[in-house]
């Protein structure tokens, strides 16, 4: 039995896919909502390689497109363990009718979540109050669960037989949320390897980043050549300039400016002022002052030149 997945024509107007999406952005978005792994429920699980195969992209531009459908749109979430995701405003598309036929559906779907937590996700997009109670009878009944383990808990903490259990707990609540800066710390020098964490500059090099990877991909530089960002950013560690960020964002102007937004030029120009001590913003302003002044003076030059040509022949009379 064939299946079929609802986009509605809005889908191309609508204020986000017009003014915020990339061409690449819509072409993925439209994959997610419709790809052959997609359930009534707006969860299935996927593998980021099954994302490469099928829109023929290599396995870091389907990273870099899932990291920005979930921090920067924030139109999914994905779990990388049970490799399940989720589609934020999935009932907009395709649950806007219920009826027993859908609702079975759903009930037959939604008891092989293994991420539970993705559940409410989906439902909060969810209008039609038949099938919101559907999800809601499955979450509600895990929330339900924790709550009284918890209460368990706390009143076995009054019993050495069971102090130990709370102890172990702890530990792994501990450990789950050092993993967790761990993780998030690997990602947020996703875009630069082989540098050193340093705490101190997290914020700062992450907002450089940022501003660097927007410029590129907004001006035409290529959203997914990967490789070429990556080496691009190393030069926020590994360069000469007072302020590395001013000098990259400058280069890439000027290669945007002349038409020629390819990673060679743009190194090219950093590595040129670099031999030139030109290391600030300052620098550059003067030496284009001094190029101008340097211009003008050739000119007035060359005029004086063209204007006074010595004529060995004047005044002789034959």
């Known amino acids: 039995m064939a299946k079929f997945r609802k986009v509605c024509t809005d889908f191309w107007i609508h204020p986000m896919m017009s003014e915020e999406m990339t061409p690449e952005d819509k072409y993925f978005y439209l994959y997610l909502l419709t790809n052959q792994n997609t359930t009534q429920i707006g969860i299935y699980r996927i593998t980021k390689k099954q994302m490469a195969f099928d829109m023929g992209y290599s396995l870091d531009s389907v990273e870099a497109l899932m990291n920005r459908f ?9 779990n990388p363990e049970t490799r399940e ?15 027993k036929p859908i609702v079975d559906c759903i009930v037959s779907e939604i008891q092989h979540v293994q991420d539970t937590s993705l559940i409410p996700y989906v439902a909060e997009s969810i209008k039609n109050k038949e099938i919101l109670e559907v999800y809601h009878s499955y979450y509600a009944g895990e929330e339900q669960e924790r709550v009284a383990y918890l209460e368990e808990s706390y009143f076995d903490s009054f019993h050495d037989t069971s102090s130990s259990r709370m ?3 702890g530990q792994e609540e501990e450990k789950e949320k050092e993993e967790e800066k761990e993780q998030q710390q690997e990602k947020e020098i996703a875009l630069a390897p082989n540098v050193v964490f ?6 700062a090099k992450k ?4 501003e660097i990877i927007e410029f590129w991909d907004t001006n035409g530089f290529g959203f997914s050549n990967i490789n070429a960002k990556q080496q691009l950013l190393m030069w926020l560690y ?12 400058k280069a890439l102007d000027i290669a945007s400016s002349n038409n020629c937004r390819k990673l060679s030029y743009v190194v090219a120009i950093l590595r040129n002022w670099e031999n030139e001590c030109i290391l600030t913003l300052e620098d550059f ?12 003076h050739d000119e007035e ?5 063209e204007e006074f040509v010595l004529d060995i022949t004047a005044g002789e009379d034959w």
Request: hydrophobic letters at 30%.
């Open 70 to 78: 979930i921090h920067h749109h924030k139109l999914i979430r994905y």
């Open 85 to 99: 995701l989720a589609i934020k405003n999935w009932a907009n598309f395709n649950l806007n009718r219920g009826g």
């Open 167 to 169: 102890t172990i707990r």
């Open 198 to 203: 340093n705490p101190e500059t997290e914020n």
């Open 207 to 210: 907002e450089d980043v940022k």
């Open 238 to 249: 590994d360069s000469s300039f007072v302020n590395p960020k001013e000098m990259i964002l």
């Open 285 to 296: 302003k003067a030496n284009e002052e001094q190029k101008k002044q340097s211009s003008k």
């Open 301 to 305: 030059e060359a005029y004086v030149h």
